[in-house]
């Protein structure tokens, strides 16, 4: 494997300018559609480290080996999280469609050094109090009751019905919120809302409302404390304010909830298409785990996350990066870097990937393994109780969510024989 950091190639922009005029924009019908191979051809023709741009022209670089992203996230002295680092900022609108995800805000996700060990540590901690078969047989249970709600139909799209409600309901159960409430329903709408919004959907309005209950789960942890993640990061002797834990609360839902939603929809989707899983559907758990796993490799929920910045001028692929520089994580363009795998065959039989990111500021444990058993328990219920589960359109109708940073479909309509009621 090659040094990623690599020597200034002859493609090396102008100082202070990391767009240069071979810069590729992250967006097109292409991208977000076969998103792989316009991995393979900006691999071609930039190498490990490509020149983009985002939203309104904005320059970044986008780290597409697997040697690089694990350099960068393992090299938080050169590759910081803090967004205020970046050389940017000056022309960033105030409407900028991707300022959600780099405007500083107070949380774990832009915390670095001691900061952010103290931060991480007390999730950590509050995430290994969860009881992995409790959260199996919760799961079990919220499967139950989404599939009872559509299985006397016949007919079922289960990215709305299913892959999303189901681990919004989780994790908003292992942080202590009654899960047949009428608030609860509401907040996982507001969810859904704030993470993929639709149609006539308001983003900041439903983010708002999210907000606001997460500060009165809070408030009611304080006052009665429960075997639950917030009432664990509460009483963590760290002594986390209400506003970190609000704000690290959030951050942690969210993580648990779009990319486990895609993780389950994608699986499904892999199972009834591909004829290597099709015999083994009807079973139901002869090939859950290969898929789930082949799934995190070749289409990975989270496919690129911005990001890192550079702390001072370095070098990274035979590029020179300048100090503020934005580096876009390209997770799923080094999960199949041709160099790790250079027969193009990934091994999806093991768990090296990059799917939940690498370094200290990688998916805290065991947040990996919870996510995972919330998508297991998903898709094995779903095949246990409608074992004759077959898409209702041809697989190339399937379309992919406009999206250069989730990986996750638009709708997975099933059919299947109906339940009797």
């Known amino acids: ?28 019908l292409e991208y977000q559609q076969t998103p792989s191979q316009m991995y393979r051809s900006m691999r071609r023709e930039h190498g490990p480290v490509a020149p983009v741009l985002l939203d309104n022209d904005i320059p970044a670089w986008l780290v597409l080996g697997y040697p690089e992203v694990c350099y960068v996230t393992s090299h938080d ?19 900028w469609p991707l300022l959600p995800f780099v405007g500083y805000q107070p949380s774990v996700l832009f915390t670095e ?20 078969f409790e959260l199996a047989r919760e799961c079990e249970l919220i499967a139950g ?10 007919q079922a799209e289960l990215m709305s019905a299913y892959a999303h409600a189901l681990p919004a309901r989780a994790v908003l159960w292992m942080c202590g919120m009654p899960q047949d409430s009428t608030d609860t329903e509401q907040l996982v709408d507001d969810l859904r809302i704030s993470l993929d919004a639709g149609e006539g959907d308001d ?46 609360l959030i951050s942690v839902i969210a993580a648990a909830q779009q990319p486990t939603a895609n993780w389950i929809c994608n699986t499904l989707r892999l199972l009834l298409t591909d004829e ?28 690129n996350f911005i990001g890192r ?40 039989e093991n768990s090296a990937h990059l799917s939940f990111s690498n370094g200290e500021h990688r998916c805290p444990y065991p947040a990996p393994l919870l996510a995972d058993v919330m998508a297991r328990t998903a898709v094995e219920t779903l095949l246990e109780h409608l074992p ?6 041809e697989p190339e109708e399937l379309t992919w969510r406009p999206s250069i940073w989730m990986r996750g479909l638009t709708s997975l309509p099933v059919q299947f024989t109906p339940a009797v009621q």
């Open 1 to 28: 494997m090659s040094d990623p950091t690599g020597s200034p190639s002859a493609a090396t922009p102008p100082p202070g300018c990391p767009a240069h005029d071979a810069a590729v924009h992250l967006s097109g």
């Open 77 to 95: 002295e050169l590759f910081a999280r803090d967004s205020r680092r970046w050389n940017q900022w000056d022309r960033i609108p105030a409407d």
């Open 113 to 132: 050094g001691a900061e952010h060990q103290r931060r991480a540590g007390v999730i950590t901690q509050a995430l290994e109090g969860v009881d992995q």
């Open 145 to 154: 009751q989404l599939i009872s709600s559509f299985s006397g139909s016949g």
């Open 203 to 248: 983003p900041v309005a439903a983010y708002t409302r999210v907000g606001e209950r997460i500060v009165h789960l809070v408030k009611e942890k304080r006052e009665r404390p429960g075997p639950d993640v917030t009432s664990r990061m509460v009483l963590d002797p760290a002594g986390l304010s209400d506003e970190e834990i609000v704000q690290d």
């Open 276 to 303: 290597r899983f099709a015999l083994n559907v009807s079973g139901g758990r002869v090939s859950v785990g290969d898929a789930l796993n082949e799934v995190l490799w070749l289409d990975t929920p989270t496919q």
């Open 309 to 348: 910045w550079a702390v001072r001028d370095t070098q990274l692929g035979g590029r020179l990066i300048r100090e503020g520089d934005c580096l876009v994580l390209g997770l799923a363009a080094a999960n199949t870097d041709p160099q790790i795998w250079p027969e193009s065959h990934v091994g999806a």
């Open 388 to 393: 004759d589960l077959v898409l209702a359109v």
